[in-house]
């Protein structure tokens, strides 16, 4: 690999966004004009959010619980959303009684963690599971068109069997959400006609299942993100399985925390072939932007087990003295599934917006805001 090469490679990697303002220019729509006026797009948006927390909800049976904005920081059930530490938390210290009983708290990043531990708090029974209406801070994103400093997502996790940790499983739950997306497009349609057109082609019936390495071997020269966007011209809408596992190039299709997904399992693909990873990503072409777009991620949990192997193989064995990381691995905590949806981020495709601005409020740097303007795209202050 030549110089420089590695230090792009995990950019890649580890840094979700373009990376840069000039070329976000180019990314964003010459063309654009939005199909919805900003007080229709907060109808519609509400209308869809709707939809999809009732039906999500009963194809997974699940239900909605409160989800926590900050937790303790010795608790360990923070989320770091990858394994080099690179993207850190919002922390602040809390003096509570003149600091004679103080705590030092984090704004949450994402609710994985914290949603394991509930199952067990609101004593959900194998199949049943909840779901948040979640909101984080983070802070370390490159603030783009689709990744902001404010995240919200329908956080969920539902309580499994041993038996369940397997590829089929997560197959069918992935096409379960897959079915309540869709269902979600089709409702917006039926409220507002405009959002359906030839120039803006609606998602597909069906998702592709894919492994990462599978994607590698049919583009190898190509970079990760610039593989998502191949396969998507092939592909509309994709779920890759495994990411996290260090593929043939000696790097993972994206960094993955250890401590929540299993990207380790040793599975079978379809045709036989040896794979790895019980987790992976929900991945649609965006026609707005005309390049891909994540709307979800999710997989099948760490066991005891698999939270070792992977703890060992990031050098985070110190993590096993935390009691989120404890209850894992003293089998206190239920096995499960779980993943996130982006909301803005579903909203933005099915709304065919441009800029994750235009369906949620949060704050953006002025060299966005005005290359925003100069494109017709309004976001909201």
Known sequence: MKPGQAEAKMK???GPGIGNYEDLEKILPKDYQSLLTPKETQVALYAVKRYIEENLCSELN?????VPLIVDVESGVNDYLDRDGSRTPVQFHISNDYNKHPIDAQVVQAATKWKRV???????????GLCTDMRAVRKDYFLDHDHSAYVDQWDWERTITAEQRNLNFLTEVVEKIWKVIKGAEMYAQDLFPQLKTKKYPSLPEKLTFIHAEDILERYPDLPR????????QDYPAVFIYGIGWTLKDGYPHEMRAADYDDWVTETVSKDGRPM???????????PVTRRRHELSSMGVRVNAETLRQQLEMTGQLDFLKMPYHQGVINNDLPLSIGGGIGQSRVYMQLLRKAHLGEVSVTVWPNILKEMCRQKNIHVLE
């Open 12 to 14: 890649d990697l580890a």
């Open 62 to 66: 699940l239900m909605m619980v409160q």
């Open 118 to 128: 509930a199952l067990k708090q609101f004593g959900m029974q194998v199949g049943e």
């Open 225 to 232: 993100k610039e593989r998502e966007n191949a396969i998507l």
């Open 276 to 286: 790895h990873g019980l987790n992976g990503d929900i991945l649609v072409w965006n």
